[in-house]
């Protein structure tokens, strides 16, 4: 028997469409949600749904839940695709939703990938939600903070879902071999650890599961007795090419390069270059987590170990001259090195400290004897007056205040001693006691 043939006559779609719920009764996962007694529950139970924003990674069930609405409601329910719809068609339903309004009947819209729509498509929505036409839902993998218009996102209430656990996948895919809507007709064999090792893979992700238990299905080993069996070998070969959760341009773009620096900051080497290998094997431009590097080299390490930022400097040119996957051992080598430095944030505190002062004070003026005279004009009014070349000096060094008067006496950069900074906090140390004692 031929399994792509059985397969197409009968089964006409996705195995995750068709075991997808139409009651809360049959969803799996989100407990914290739509447990009982929960208050998105309880919304879709008495029907009193209002605008909101379902934000989580993909396969956790943010469709599933706006077709549980859909299914359950007396509203009207308009379902959106943010690929498809223009403004012109939003339009459109939106003045519908008025007149369904007029004659007592609620509009509830559905749009998938609400961060596919850009800031006209989403203004489009906005008074008519502000005016109670239509209740709008959305759904995204994006932070709505970053993709969703300010005053729309501050009339709909976020919730935010969570990947699966293990155990609830291992729950789903049992019941997709054993439902009339999984696999019908089909004798199937596969080991618990072979569940459990889909599950695994999924990572919190149903639809990925349930993907890759029906890719599996489809071209298992089918006996004389027409028994498909799963093997260890089947699993591997559906596995074998999963895609990392990783968008350039979205928030867990944002939250591996911070686990990244965070990592190197607490000293972690294997940490640090794991999730280097995360960034990087998902495809990240490696001039970029360079790039991120040397800020960290200067941010974080600084005169702890000055040498740091000449290798992360050396690092990025690498990446520049080599680019992925040759680069990747440089990156390597900077991550751990700057994991294993000395640390300090001097640099950081010191900056952030004069740059308050110098918004604060952001008129004033530099002292007279700081400024250059190249006019008679300028040197007859002060401009140079009573400046000190330290050169002209035995030790190198004067007493001349380089601070605007209402400043002297701040201390911006405080050396620690952590690596070579100590020899900075000395000599820094040295040079205050000298200036103290020549003070006029």
């Known amino acids: 028997m031929d399994q792509i043939s059985l397969f197409e006559n009968i089964l006409n779609e996705p195995l995750a469409s068709r075991l997808r719920p139409t009651s809360l009764d049959g969803y799996v996962g989100q407990r914290h949600l739509i447990g009982e007694g929960k208050l998105l529950r309880r919304m879709i139970e008495t029907d009193q749904i209002s605008s909101m924003i379902f934000w989580g990674p993909p396969g956790v069930g943010k469709t599933t839940l706006a077709q549980i609405i859909a299914h359950l409601t007396k509203a009207e329910f308009v379902n959106f695709s943010a690929v498809n719809s223009g403004i012109k068609e939003i339009r459109e339903v939106m003045q519908s939703a008025a007149s369904n309004m007029g004659l007592g009947t609620k509009t509830i819209v559905f749009v998938d990938e609400i961060h596919r729509f850009n800031k006209a498509q989403q203004d489009a929505f906005l008074p008519f939600v502000e005016k109670g036409s239509i209740i709008l839902i959305g759904a995204t993998t994006e932070n709505p903070s970053f993709e969703v218009n300010g005053a729309l996102l501050s009339r709909c209430r976020v919730f935010v879902l969570k990947p699966l656990e293990k155990e609830d996948i291992v729950s789903l895919l049992r019941y997709a071999l054993t439902s009339d809507k999984g696999f019908p007709g089909l004798h199937i064999d596969i080991d618990d650890e072979l569940i459990d090792a889909i599950a695994t893979f999924a990572n919190g992700d149903a639809r990925m599961a349930l993907s890759t238990l029906e890719t599996a299905v489809t071209y298992g080993e089918e006996d004389s007795e027409h028994h498909i069996h799963i093997t260890r070998e089947n699993i591997e070969q559906c596995t074998s090419k999963k895609s990392l959760l990783y968008d350039k341009g979205g928030e867990e773009h944002y939250n591996l390069i911070s686990a990244l620096h965070k990592s190197m900051r607490n000293s972690d080497p294997d940490a640090a270059v794991y999730w280097l290998a995360r960034m990087l094997e998902a495809g990240e431009d490696p001039l970029y987590v360079a790039r991120r590097v040397v800020r960290f080299a200067a941010e974080d390490v600084g005169l702890a ?50 740059k308050r002062d110098a918004q604060h004070d952001v008129a004033e003026p530099v002292p007279l004897h700081l400024r250059n005279a190249p006019t008679e004009l300028m040197e007859g009014i002060g401009y140079g007056k009573g400046y000190q070349y330290a050169h002209d000096y035995a030790e190198r060094i004067t007493s001349m205040v380089c601070l605007p008067e209402n400043l002297v006496g701040r201390e911006y950069y405080k050396p620690t001693e952590f690596g070579k900074e100590i020899r900075c906090k000395e000599r820094l140390a040295q040079i205050k006691q000298w200036k103290k004692e020549h003070e006029k």
Request: overall charge negative; glycine content about 2%.
């Open 305 to 354: 170990d000055p040498s740091a930022l000449n290798l992360a400097i050396n690092a990025y040119q690498a990446c520049h001259y080599l680019g992925m996957p040759e680069c990747n051992v440089h990156l390597t080598e900077a991550v751990v090195y700057l994991s294993l430095a000395p640390k300090s944030n001097a640099m950081e505190v010191a900056y952030n400290e004069a």
